[in-house]
């Protein structure tokens, strides 16, 4: 099945700062997703994004499908901005989302 | 619109019982897949059901099982629990499919 690796594993920032997180995938994918945990568990869907470029307020996010990789933008960050931040990606042949391991994100006021 | 609800919230059961989870989609999404996520494996998907049918299944024992009712309400059942099954379950649920998936809050359970 399809392998999915995120880095940085670990982010501190300073409120303010931007910072790129990205997300690596092993094969061709027809879905890819961006989640934010929160501290209490709860997953927020940030982007649904295959390919291409997305925005939405102080994030954005860059899927290149041919090279295999996505990123997300993260600006002006802020406090609650921290939590974790998962890919998880999908093909044809393996028809269930596979998540990473996740980037920790801690913004400190 | 109603965001995804997962009951119960939280558990505690001990070794060889069985445990029932129950998730509520969104209203007119009719997938719904669960995960189960632990420290130590991460996110893994556990099944996907839609219009009452299993779809798609991930790499777990049998004593995982799940079921999807007319209204797409899921239950999931674990039975004869393990201490390695204490995680949080979470439930996703789109409208058609694996597209964008909103989640559940989740149901932590301890075993004991």
């Known amino acids: 099945g399809i392998q999915v690796e995120q880095s940085p594993p670990d982010l501190i920032l300073q409120e303010g700062a931007n910072s790129t997180l990205r997300c690596n995938f092993s094969d061709s994918v027809n879905n890819l997703q961006w989640f934010h945990q929160n501290p209490w568990g709860q997953l927020i869907n940030l982007f649904y994004?295959?390919?291409g470029t997305k925005q939405n307020g102080r994030l954005s996010a860059t899927t290149v499908a041919t090279e295999r990789y996505s990123l997300l933008y993260i600006s002006s960050s802020q406090t609650t901005d921290s939590g974790v931040y998962f890919c998880a990606a999908m093909n044809t042949g393996f028809q269930k989302l596979v998540f990473g391991t996740g980037t920790r994100l801690l913004v400190s006021p | 619109k109603a965001g995804v609800t997962q009951t119960p919230r939280y558990l505690i059961k001990t070794r060889g019982q069985q445990v029932t989870l129950s998730c509520s989609p969104i209203?007119?999404?009719?997938?719904v897949s669960w995960y189960q996520q632990t420290p130590g494996q991460g996110l893994q998907f556990l099944f996907e059901?839609?219009?009452?049918?299993?779809?798609n299944k991930g790499n777990f024992p049998g004593r995982f099982s799940g079921r999807q009712f007319s209204n797409s309400r899921s239950e999931m059942n674990v039975s004869t629990l393990e201490l390695g099954d204490s995680a949080l379950y979470l439930c996703a649920t789109s409208s058609q499919g694996l597209e964008t998936q909103y989640f559940g809050p989740g149901t932590r359970l301890l075993v004991l």
């Open positions: 059901y839609f219009s009452e049918t299993q779809r």
């Open positions: 209203s007119g999404h009719r997938s």
């Open positions: 994004i295959p390919s």
